[in-house]
C-alpha cells in the first residue's frame, strides 16, 4: 500500500514526485514527468465556498498513464481549520465508493489523508478545462440546473436504495456517522463550528471586517460545488459525505 505521510499544503512543495505517488494510490505504475501549477485558490477568492484549499495543475505523464486526464485540480488541507473529519471522509469516498463510475463526478486519481496531521490530497479532473463552470454562492442557478442536480441526486441514492449493509463489518469501518464520532462532533461540538460561526456572525454585527467568511456542510449539495456544462449535460458535483 502506498504511504504518503503529511500532506504539503502549500503549491511550492507539490512535486511530480509527489503526484506520481499520489496517484498510485488508485493507479500503481503511472509516472509522472513534470507538473505545471496554473493557479492557486486563496481562501475566499472568487464566489465558491470550500473547507479546502485547490491548486489547478497541468501534469505531464510518462508512458505508462493510459488515458488518465492532464488536466488536473489538486484539493488540500486548510491548516487553519480543524476540518480533519470531512477531509477524512472525502478521501474515503473517492477510494471506496468511485461515485464518476455510475454518476457525473469528477475523476479521481489519486486520494491520500493522512491521520496524524490531518492532511490530505485529492487530485480530480479538471472539468473547466471541458467547459464546466462552477455555481456561484451568491447568485441562484437557473431552475433548469436545480432539476438536473437533483436528478443527478437521485442517481447516487438510487444506486444504494434498498442495500442491507453489515456496519459491523471491516469493510465498511471507513463510513463515518452523523450521530457520533468525529463527524458528528465537528458539527456540534460547542468549541468547534458553533464557536466558529458565533465569531463571524459577532463579527459582521460589529461591522468587523470578515477575514474568512466560510460555510459548512455535511453533503457537498451546495449549488457552488457543482460544474455545469451544455443545457442537455448533468452537473458534475463534488463529493463529501457519509
Not at 512543495?13 to 494510490?25: H, N, Q, Y
Not at 472525502?90 to 496531521?117: K, N
Request: proline content about 7%; glycine content about 8%.
Amino acid at each position: 500500500m502506498v504511504e504518503l505521510g503529511a500532506f504539503p499544503t502549500r503549491a511550492e512543495e507539490i512535486s511530480p514526485e509527489l503526484l506520481e505517488t499520489l496517484i498510485g494510490t488508485l493507479h500503481p505504475g503511472c509516472s509522472v514527468r513534470n507538473v505545471t501549477v496554473k493557479k492557486v485558490w486563496e481562501w475566499g477568492q472568487g464566489e465558491a465556498v470550500s473547507t479546502s484549499g485547490r491548486i489547478d495543475l497541468t501534469l505531464h505523464y510518462g508512458a505508462s498513464s493510459g488515458d488518465l486526464p492532464s488536466e488536473l485540480v489538486l484539493k488540500i488541507a486548510r491548516p487553519e481549520l480543524p476540518a480533519f473529519p470531512l477531509y477524512r471522509n472525502e478521501v474515503a469516498i473517492y477510494s471506496h465508493v468511485r461515485p464518476w463510475t455510475f454518476m457525473q463526478a469528477p475523476r479521481c486519481l489519486g486520494a491520500w489523508f493522512d491521520d496524524s496531521t490531518g492532511s490530505f490530497g485529492l487530485l480530480l479532473e479538471d472539468l473547466t478545462s471541458d467547459g464546466a463552470t462552477f455555481c456561484s454562492a451568491v447568485a441562484s442557478p437557473p431552475v433548469e440546473v436545480l432539476e438536473r442536480g437533483v436528478r443527478e441526486l437521485a442517481r447516487l441514492h438510487g444506486r444504494f436504495w434498498g442495500t442491507r449493509a453489515d456496519w459491523a463489518s471491516p469493510s465498511l469501518r471507513w463510513v463515518q456517522s452523523h450521530v457520533a464520532g468525529d463527524l458528528h462532533d465537528l458539527f456540534n461540538h460547542p468549541d468547534l463550528v458553533p464557536r466558529m460561526i458565533e465569531d463571524e456572525v459577532a463579527k459582521i454585527q460589529h461591522n468587523e471586517p470578515v477575514q474568512h467568511p466560510w460555510r459548512l456542510h455535511h453533503l457537498e449539495t451546495r449549488m457552488e460545488t457543482w460544474q455545469t456544462r451544455a443545457r442537455s449535460s448533468r452537473p458534475r458535483s463534488g463529493i463529501q459525505m457519509s
